[in-house]
């Protein structure tokens, strides 16, 4: 059974970090795309970033360059994505989960999310 659990989420204000963590199992790790996207009641939802297994490959969405770091642990199905300078903007769950398309914000599967909340 694939199973994606997002954790690490909190409260912190405009200008803080945080680093949330996605651990995977049931699927072969290696072999997929992991990616984060985010979602707010009303709003679709925004893939923030991704990261290629197989070459370590990385993709971030335009809001989110410079200020996101994602990384993986290949060795502990495990996915993170350091959040620095975070905005207001940025509060919304965020998901982690294997991606079909980054271009077409397209997940395979997915977990519960975890919400960051930063407030101005």
């Known amino acids: 059974e694939v199973q994606l659990q997002a954790s690490g989420g909190g409260l912190v204000q405009a200008g803080g970090s945080l680093r949330l963590s996605c651990a995977a199992s049931?699927?072969?790790?290696?072999?997929?795309?992991i990616g984060w996207f985010r979602q707010v009641p009303g709003k679709e939802r925004e893939g923030v970033s991704c990261i290629v297994s197989t070459d370590g490959g990385t993709y971030y969405a335009d809001s989110v360059k410079g200020r996101f770091i994602i990384s993986s642990d290949n060795a502990k199905n495990t996915v993170y994505l350091q959040m620095n300078s975070l905005k207001p903007e940025d509060t919304a769950v965020y998901y982690c989960g294997v991606v079909r398309s980054w271009l077409g914000n397209e997940y395979d599967y997915w977990g519960q999310g975890t919400l960051v909340t930063s407030p101005a």
């Open positions: 049931g699927f072969t790790f290696d072999d997929y795309a």
